[in-house]
């Protein structure tokens, strides 16, 4: 609906029906770009449209810039057709290829630029926190009845992809554990994905399946809601490039208990605004066993994330932006 915001069409495929593919051609779309006569260009991604928006921005003679957002070689299993050590080897030499030929590109945490540096590529290299944004903040009692969950249960909430990478599985071992000690306990799984089907029935095997609210895939100014009826936010992955949902979590004031991993740790600060455990379910288990039990342990957990969410504003990723952008412009005319 914004008038300023133009759409490649796009295709869906069997392989992830939920994530269209773009078609990367479009005249009318470069001839727009030409009259907009921009001073960068800003990819999101090294595929597809990426690789439109380098072209186009050397045609017209100007720098490109992109973020990588993604571990993509974490991602390595949804090409089945292809082995999985060939899809890896193939996407470091293209994002080496792809991420040499910007004038910079921008990271959303360090583990993120150690990895890009351990696949070769040279470009100057920029952490700029991606900010989060929340609505009203929504009543508790009120998204509780909408969901059905009791008002005297010690909800835990996950918001993300349902997907392998996800980790899921050390999620619902660590959630059979904390039933055992704690049976007013329920897990609330915000999010679509592959690997829905093989949660719900694992959560079926293990006896819990009235214990887990599946809500599936939210309309976003829903899903921020669902952080008001949770006592704590559980976060297992061990793929992320910053975790959004863990940004949106503590500015909610939700403890965090997260798996110390990837960018994670950037986020998160250990026994401050949140819990990092090992990827081990028991591990997990027993640091939301520790919130569930000490209220005391919430209440500060919960202040310091509303505090140390501050970092995660849109205004100050926009200027850490501007500077990014204009530095890229700068030696872009200098010839570096």
Not at 146 to 170: H, M, Q, S
Not at 269 to 292: C, H, K, M, Q, Y
Request: proline fraction near 6%; hydrophobic fraction near 40%.
């Amino acid at each position: 609906s914004d008038p300023q915001v133009y759409r490649f069409p796009s295709r869906s495929t069997r392989y992830a029906p939920g994530y269209p593919v773009p078609v990367p051609f479009s005249k009318k779309l470069y001839n727009v770009l030409c009259k907009f006569n921009p001073d960068i260009v800003h990819t999101q991604s090294p595929f597809f449209l990426g690789i439109v928006g380098m072209k186009w921005a050397n045609q017209i003679g100007v720098p490109v810039v992109s973020t990588n957002h993604t571990l993509y070689t974490e991602y390595c299993h949804y090409l089945p057709f292809v082995p999985e050590f060939v899809t890896r080897i193939a996407l470091i030499k293209w994002m080496r290829y792809y991420y040499n030929r910007c004038q910079a590109i921008a990271v959303p945490s360090y583990p993120v630029e150690k990895v890009l540096r351990g696949y070769g590529v040279r470009t100057k290299i920029e952490v700029i926190k991606t900010g989060i944004s929340l609505g009203a903040v929504a009543d508790r009692v009120e998204v509780r009845r909408t969901f059905d969950i009791p008002e005297d249960a010690f909800l835990l909430l996950y918001v993300g992809r349902i997907a392998k990478e996800k980790n899921l599985d050390l999620l619902l071992n660590a959630f059979d554990i904390i039933k055992r000690n704690h049976s007013q306990t329920r897990l609330m799984l915000v999010g679509g994905g592959p690997y829905g089907q093989v949660s719900a029935r694992k959560a079926q095997e293990l006896g819990l399946r009235d214990s887990i609210h599946f809500l599936g895939m939210l309309d976003r100014s829903v899903a921020a809601k669902t952080y008001a009826a949770a006592d704590v936010f559980v976060f297992p992955s061990i793929t992320e490039t910053q975790g959004l949902v863990i940004c949106e979590a503590l500015a909610s004031g939700l403890p965090c208990v997260a798996v110390r991993a990837a960018g994670t740790p950037e986020v998160i600060e250990d026994g401050v605004d949140g819990i990092l455990t090992e990827n081990d379910p028991n591990d997990f288990a027993a640091a939301v066993s520790r919130l569930i039990v000490d209220h005391e342990l919430r209440r500060r957990l919960s202040e310091a994330g509303r505090r140390n969410s501050q970092r995660f504003t849109p205004e100050a990723m926009a200027e850490r932006f501007l500077h990014f952008y204009q530095s890229a412009i700068d030696n872009k005319l200098k010839g570096k």
